[in-house]
């Protein structure tokens, strides 16, 4: 796994998130090759994770965050790795993961 993917779910794992998963989309997709997810119990947990990503990463490395004015649904864009932060309800609520294609890996295989 690339260093970036590990640093970006160490500092997910910092901010207590929860139900962390890992997608790896390499083969599936030419615009990114791996998306990560994971849940927060509240909307300052939420919007916590931008400040917690962009002093993890370079700014260069963040192209996009979506999602900023509700702090419900976070999408941060990183290139090759996509995050999404998402209010538990949310989550639940939509379950878009059932439309992944990628394999899902284990924390383990990242750490």
């Known amino acids: 796994m690339t ?25 599936f997709s030419p615009y990114f090759d791996f998306q990560v997810v994971a849940s927060a119990s509240n909307e300052r947990q939420v919007h916590a994770s931008i400040d917690h990503i962009r002093q993890a990463l370079p700014e260069e490395h963040i192209r996009k965050i979506e999602g900023i004015e509700t702090s419900r649904w976070l999408l941060f864009d990183l290139g090759d790795i996509i995050v999404h932060v998402m209010h538990r309800d949310e989550r639940e609520y939509y379950q878009f993961e059932k439309l992944f294609v990628g394999r899902e890996i284990s924390l383990s295989e990242v750490n």
């Open 3 to 27: 260093d970036r993917l590990r640093l970006v779910v160490k500092t997910l794992e910092d901010l207590k998130l929860t139900n962390l998963r890992i997608y790896d989309f390499r083969g």
